[in-house]
């Protein structure tokens, strides 16, 4: 088992930043390639951005490119999500997850373990 804890969402304006957390805790981090997924009220959660196991690639949905960046940190088991530019269509429940295996995954289903949500609010 494997839990996550996502921190640091929040109120915002337009063109403002937020940076999100995800504590990891149980087996082992490194072992995980690890994503953030978001939620809009009456939409269908959708992929943001996912980093492999050990930092070196990332990808991302292409409405973030170039706002968002996903970076972790495996002495802290922690993942992070650096969302700069904000735009009101960026509001929405921001998780985290962790699936088996090594490499980037962009596909929900293959994700194991969820985390809770923090809710990220950009005004405009």
């Known amino acids: 088992q494997v839990q996550l804890v996502e921190s640091g969402g929040g109120l915002v304006q337009a063109g403002g930043s937020l940076r999100l957390s995800c504590a990891a805790s149980?087996?082992?981090?490194?072992?995980?390639?690890m994503g953030w997924f978001r939620q809009a009220p009456g939409k269908e959660r959708q992929f943001v951005a996912t980093i492999n196991y050990s930092g070196s690639m990332t990808y991302y949905q292409d409405t973030v490119k170039g706002r968002f960046t996903i970076s972790r940190d495996n002495a802290k088991n922690t993942v992070y999500l650096q969302m700069n530019s904000l735009k009101p269509e960026d509001t929405a429940v921001y998780y985290c997850?962790?699936?088996?295996?090594?490499?980037?995954?962009?596909?929900?289903?293959?994700?194991?373990?969820w985390g809770q949500g923090t809710q990220v609010t950009v005004s405009s």
């Open positions: 997850a962790a699936a088996s295996g090594s490499y980037c995954v962009t596909v929900e289903d293959r994700y194991d373990y």
């Open positions: 149980g087996r082992t981090f490194s072992n995980y390639a």
